[in-house]
C-alpha cells in the first residue's frame, strides 16, 4: 500500500513540470452587447517550443453555444520568449441577435494529443428598447443619399481651373505676337576672299593692258596706278589710304618693310602728285619704272597666307535688333508660361480624381 502511493506521488512529481509548460487563457473584450453587435474573445496558449498545437476551429455563422454565432476567426499569432517558450494568439468575433445572458463554454485546447481547457465566460446580449405605445414615431428605412458637396474640397482646384484659363488666354496672346513679329532673317554669308596683292596685280595687268604707261593722258595712268596702291596699302596695312595724302601713307609705312622700297614708293607718289596737280609731264621710260616699282612694292608686301574664305556679318539695323529681341523674349515667355500651365494641369487631373474616386467609394458603401 505505501509502495503505490509513493508511485502515485511520483507520477504526480514528474507530471507538474509538462503542466507548468502549458498554459491556457481566454478573454473577452465586452461582456455586454447590444443585438447585432459584435464581441472578441482572444485565447492565449502558452506552450514549450516544439510542442504540437491544436486549436479549436469553428465555421462562419457556427454557433459556439446556443443564441452565440461565430463570425469569424483571426489567423493565429505566435510571439516567442527568450526561454524557449511560445505565445499562440487567436481572436474569435461572435455576435447574437436574441437577448438573454449566455455561457460560453471552455474552448477545448490539444497540446501534444492531451486536452486543455480555458476558463468558462459569459456574454449579455441586451435588445434595443422599442417604444411601441406611440407606433407613429417610427419611420421606414431612408434611401441612399448622395455625399454633400463640400466646398472646401474643391476650392483650391476650381481657382486654380480659374488661373489655368487666365494663363492660357495670356500664351495664346504671346503665340499670336510671336506669330505677327516675323523673325528677321539674317544670315552670315561666307564668301570666296581674293587677297589684296592679287587683286592689285589683277588691277595693274589692266593698267598695262590699257597702254595707259605709253599713252597721251598721264594723269589717267597716274590716278589709277596710285589708287590701286593706296586701295593695296589700305587692305594689306589696315589703314585709311584712301583718305589720307601721299606723305600720311609714306609716314604709315615707314614702320613697315624696306626703307629703300617706302623711298621708290614716295618717289611714285610724288611724280604722280605733279602729274595730276601740277600738269607735270613724264617720259615714257619713267612711266614704266613707276609701274615696276609698283609691282615691287606689292610683291615685296604681299601675304600669301592670308585666308580664302571670308566671314561676312551681317548688318542689321536698331529696329531688326530689337525685334530679334522681342521674338527670343516671347519664346521663352511661352515656353514657361506652357509648363506652368502643364503642371497645373496635371496637379489638377490628379487631385481631381482623387476626390472623385473617394466620393464613389462613400456612394458604394
Not at 285 to 313: C, G, M, S, W, Y
Request: charge should be negative; aromatic fraction near 10%; proline fraction near 4%.
Amino acid at each position: 500500500m505505501t509502495g503505490k502511493i509513493f508511485a502515485v506521488i511520483v507520477l504526480m512529481i514528474s507530471a507538474l513540470p509538462v503542466f507548468a509548460q502549458v498554459e491556457v487563457k481566454s478573454s473577452i473584450d465586452s461582456a455586454s452587447i447590444y443585438i447585432g453587435q459584435q464581441a472578441h474573445i482572444t485565447l492565449d496558449v502558452t506552450i514549450r517550443q516544439g510542442m504540437k498545437l491544436v486549436l479549436p476551429e469553428f465555421k462562419p455563422q457556427q454557433h459556439i453555444t446556443p443564441g452565440v454565432e461565430v463570425l469569424e476567426q483571426s489567423v493565429a499569432d505566435t510571439l516567442r520568449f527568450g526561454d524557449g517558450m511560445l505565445k499562440v494568439s487567436r481572436i474569435y468575433t461572435l455576435t447574437s441577435f436574441d437577448e438573454n445572458i449566455y455561457y460560453l463554454p471552455p474552448m477545448n485546447v490539444n497540446v501534444d494529443g492531451k486536452d486543455y481547457k480555458s476558463r468558462e465566460l459569459a456574454l449579455k446580449v441586451f435588445t434595443v428598447e422599442v417604444d411601441t405605445l406611440h407606433p407613429e414615431n417610427f419611420y421606414p428605412p431612408k434611401d441612399v443619399q448622395n455625399n454633400p458637396f463640400k466646398w472646401e474640397d474643391w476650392s483650391m482646384l476650381f481657382w486654380l481651373g480659374v488661373l489655368l484659363s487666365v494663363l492660357t488666354v495670356v500664351l495664346y496672346y504671346l503665340y499670336t505676337r510671336l506669330r505677327e513679329n516675323k523673325p528677321v532673317m539674317a544670315k552670315v554669308r561666307f564668301v570666296k576672299r581674293i587677297p589684296p596683292h592679287k587683286k592689285a596685280m589683277s588691277e595693274i595687268e589692266r593698267i598695262k593692258a590699257d597702254n595707259l604707261a605709253s599713252s597721251e593722258n598721264q594723269k589717267e595712268y597716274y590716278t589709277k596706278l596710285t589708287e590701286t596702291l593706296r586701295k593695296y596699302i589700305e587692305e594689306r596695312f589696315g589703314f585709311c589710304a584712301m583718305e589720307m595724302t601721299s606723305s600720311e601713307i609714306i609716314s604709315g609705312l615707314e614702320a613697315n618693310g624696306d626703307s629703300e622700297m617706302i623711298k621708290e614708293l614716295g618717289e611714285l607718289f610724288d611724280t604722280a602728285d605733279l602729274v595730276k596737280f601740277a600738269k607735270h609731264s613724264t617720259l615714257a621710260n619713267e612711266n614704266d619704272e613707276n609701274l615696276v616699282n609698283a609691282i615691287h612694292f606689292i610683291n615685296t608686301t604681299k601675304k600669301e597666307d592670308q585666308p580664302q574664305v571670308e566671314r561676312v556679318e551681317p548688318k542689321l539695323t536698331t529696329e531688326e535688333v530689337h525685334g530679334m529681341r522681342r521674338r527670343r523674349v516671347l519664346k521663352w515667355s511661352i515656353g514657361i508660361l506652357a509648363g506652368v500651365c502643364v503642371g497645373i494641369l496635371v496637379y489638377i487631373i490628379y487631385n481631381a480624381a482623387v476626390l472623385l474616386s473617394y466620393e464613389i467609394e462613400i456612394w458604394s458603401f
